[in-house]
């Protein structure tokens, strides 16, 4: 008898404990969550990154350039209603770009031009060692991006079409040089006790 | 028997305790100024009421914003936002056969637009534009998610600051185009007051016959009668007074005789009154179709020119007053309704070292987004809840009183009384209530200001005609820079003057 009501305790235990635990899993970022929504997610950053690195490295201003062409990245413009971290799409891009094209492009870091002068002057004080004095290399092209999208809602559902827009532009003479755009569209229905 | 009574009984007190839903706490505690215990409490119920996470986060985040702590506040929308935008759901079946508060609380319009734009305000705050935007640009989203288009997008609080975020950004057509739209926003009070003086300016207007006759004197009574009617469907003063003829029109057509002063309205007298309709209609249009040509262009437009000007490097936002609540009404409680609470604040006089600077203006009522939120699938779900539940217990009483009818078998009497304990059970099991939780931490009105003010280090105060006062000691205004602060009438604030400037 008591090895019985230690066995039904034991599972009951088990049971709750089952119940109790909470529940994580790795998920492929190439494929929708079960969160769902109509933002921006990570197989889109994915989607966008490679689409836009092949395409890029295809460009005639890329693809037939005599030297190596130097692209400073600038940062990703957001104007969707979506509050992301645009530097995960230009840092993916960028990245996807250096894997894709190898040696064939040179990429310079725009954004911290602050710190990079201060340890310039730094070092040409000497105040901290230097292995050198280089120049800052200049730009051939910008590599410019920006998120916009239209947005709709009823109390019942809620749409979202979001465009990716990405140009290189010529440092020197402004002209955009390439241009690709990539879309989304996603519809959401709320449930209806939120109607 | 009486074992199938007592079962019934305490099925039925174990079905009343679990309707003794419990209110959420701490919103006494934060409007005494009492930010320690209303924090606590907040936290503990953070964790107690899972389905209300998003409520806490909310007010957890205006507790910090009155506290000055910018960063923590905007931890706490970010989170609070994130659950209101998912919509995946907790609890949406329980919510349909229970009690509506057991869903996962995402808030009312108002409240999705409020905690938004909050975010917004903030990210602006911490100089991280690209986020603000976006951040606003949902808040105006959420405020027009309704499924009647006539409660669009109407937040001048939201068009203003999105402008002042593509502004930052350095996108100057968009910036106006926002700051537009704010200056176009009317008020409901506003849209029916320039209705009316157009109305009686028009009838001034006609000629004596035109406006002496009886019939005349019934289309301008029935015109006016319906413009606060129109005016619920756009606030747009133009298709207010469309709406407002449409209106009138449908009354004559249902014939009513009461606007003919007690006596009968034949067809004939119908259509006189119809034509004076039309009549005046088309003077009072041209009437406010020649205020607009005149340069009208919006009744906050010298508040949002102000608010929009680059130059001005300290920009001050009030939040005046309580917000809006929600409390139950019908028998069952069974329609929410928002109510609006007291406060002596009336307006919030900005002094720097010292000095008045100006009298911050009202931008934006809470109360009025609140109030506008139109009707929801939700509320017919709820009536047809209070109807079977009134319909079971009236069934259940009948049956039951059957079941004490000596004149019955014993047989029927036991049916009667199984029929009768199965309703009623059915009837507390029924739970038409309203969902009334609500961020009531929210201030009554937005008001705004924009000055210049010397760079270095000011005392800034803020007085509440009516009520006290709040002094930010040695806000930081840097050259190049934009100083923001965020007062609330209450009591508290935050200032941030942040690295990043405007472009």
């Known amino acids: ?195 | 028997m009486r074992k199938a009574f007592a079962g019934c009984l305490a099925a039925a007190l174990l079905l009343a305790c679990g309707c003794a839903a419990q209110r959420p706490g701490g919103v006494r505690q934060f409007y005494d100024g009492d930010y320690a215990s209303a924090k606590a409490i907040y936290l503990s119920d953070l964790e107690a009421e899972k389905e209300s996470r998003a409520l806490f986060l909310a007010r957890l985040g205006t507790l910090e914003l009155a506290e000055g702590n910018v960063q923590e506040a905007r931890r706490y929308f970010e989170e609070a936002t994130g659950i209101m935008e998912n919509f995946k759901a907790e609890g949406e079946y329980k919510a349909l056969v229970g009690s509506e508060s057991s869903k996962e609380y995402k808030g009312d319009p108002y409240e999705q637009m409020m905690a938004l734009w909050y975010l917004g305000l903030l990210d602006y705050m911490s100089g991280d534009f690209n986020k603000a935007l976006p951040s606003f640009k949902a808040a105006a989203l959420a405020d027009g998610g309704t499924t009647d288009e006539r409660y669009r997008a109407d937040c001048a609080a939201v068009f203003l600051m999105m402008g002042k975020a593509y502004q930052a950004m350095g996108d100057d057509a968009k910036a106006a185009d926002e700051f537009k739209a704010a200056a176009g926003v009317y008020t409901f009070q506003e849209t029916v007051a320039r209705i009316s003086d157009a109305l009686a300016s028009a009838r001034q207007e006609l000629p004596p016959a035109a406006r002496e006759s009886k019939a005349a004197e019934v289309a301008y009574e029935l015109l006016a009668d319906e413009i606060s009617a129109g005016t619920t469907q756009f606030q747009d003063p133009e298709a207010a007074l469309a709406a407002a003829r449409d209106f009138a029109f449908d009354e004559l057509a249902k014939g009513k005789k009461s606007r003919w002063h007690g006596g009968e309205l034949t067809g004939k007298d119908a259509d006189a009154v119809a034509g004076h309709v039309k009549e005046l209609y088309e003077a009072a249009a041209r009437r406010l179709e020649g205020q607009m040509a005149a340069g009208d262009v919006g009744p906050l437009a010298a508040i949002v020119s102000n608010f929009a000007d680059p130059s001005k490097n300290f920009l001050a936002i009030v939040g005046m007053g309580k917000g809006p609540f929600k409390y139950r009404v019908g028998e069952y409680g069974q329609l929410a309704k928002i109510g609006r609470s007291a406060y002596p604040e009336k307006y919030a006089e900005i002094c720097v070292d010292g000095q008045k600077v100006a009298r911050a203006d009202t931008i934006d009522s809470i109360y009025y987004q609140a109030s506008t939120r139109g009707g929801r699938v939700m509320d017919g779900i709820l009536a047809g809840k209070a109807v079977f539940k009134g319909a079971t217990e009236i069934g259940g009483a009948v049956a039951l009183a059957e079941a004490a009818n000596p004149h019955l078998s014993r047989k029927e009497r036991r049916g009667a009384f199984i029929v009768g304990a199965a309703l009623l059970a059915a009837s507390l099991a029924t739970r038409p209530e309203a969902d009334v939780r609500s961020w009531e931490t929210l201030p009554d009105r937005i008001d705004v200001l924009a000055a210049k003010v010397a760079p270095g280090t000011h005392r800034v105060e803020v007085n509440y005609t009516g009520g006290g006062h709040k002094v930010f000691e040695n806000v930081e205004f840097k050259e190049g820079h934009q100083t923001v602060l965020y007062a609330w009438s209450q009591d508290g604030g935050a200032w941030a003057c942040p690295e990043v400037s405007p472009r």
Do not use: H
């Not at chain 1, 645009?86 to 310079?108: C, M, P, S």
């Not at chain 1, 390439?178 to 939120?194: C, P, S, T």
């Open chain 1, 1 to 195: 008898m008591v090895k019985k009501v230690a066995a039904v305790l034991a599972v009951l235990a088990a049971v709750m404990a089952a119940g109790c635990a909470s529940k994580s899993a790795y998920v492929n970022p190439d494929e929708p969550d079960v969160l769902g929504g109509t933002g921006i997610d990570s197989q889109d950053v994915r989607t966008v990154a490679q689409v836009m690195s092949r395409d890029l490295l295809s460009a005639p201003a890329i693809a037939q350039a005599t030297g190596k062409p130097v692209i400073a990245l600038l940062p990703t413009k957001n104007e969707t209603r979506f509050r992301v971290d645009t530097d995960i799409i230009t840092e993916q891009l960028r990245n996807d770009l250096i894997q894709f094209a190898g040696d064939k492009i040179t990429f310079v870091e725009r954004r911290r031009m602050g710190n990079i002068k201060e340890e310039r002057a730094a070092k040409r004080a000497g105040e901290v060692t230097s292995s050198g004095e280089k120049m800052i290399s200049g730009a051939n092209y910008f590599l410019t991006g920006t998120l916009k999208s239209i947005s709709k809602a009823s109390g019942k559902m809620r749409s979202d079409y979001i465009y990716y827009s990405f140009e290189l532009t010529d440092a020197e003479s402004t002209e955009i040089v390439w241009a690709k755009g990539y879309d989304v569209k996603k519809v959401a229905e709320r449930g209806v006790v939120y109607q």
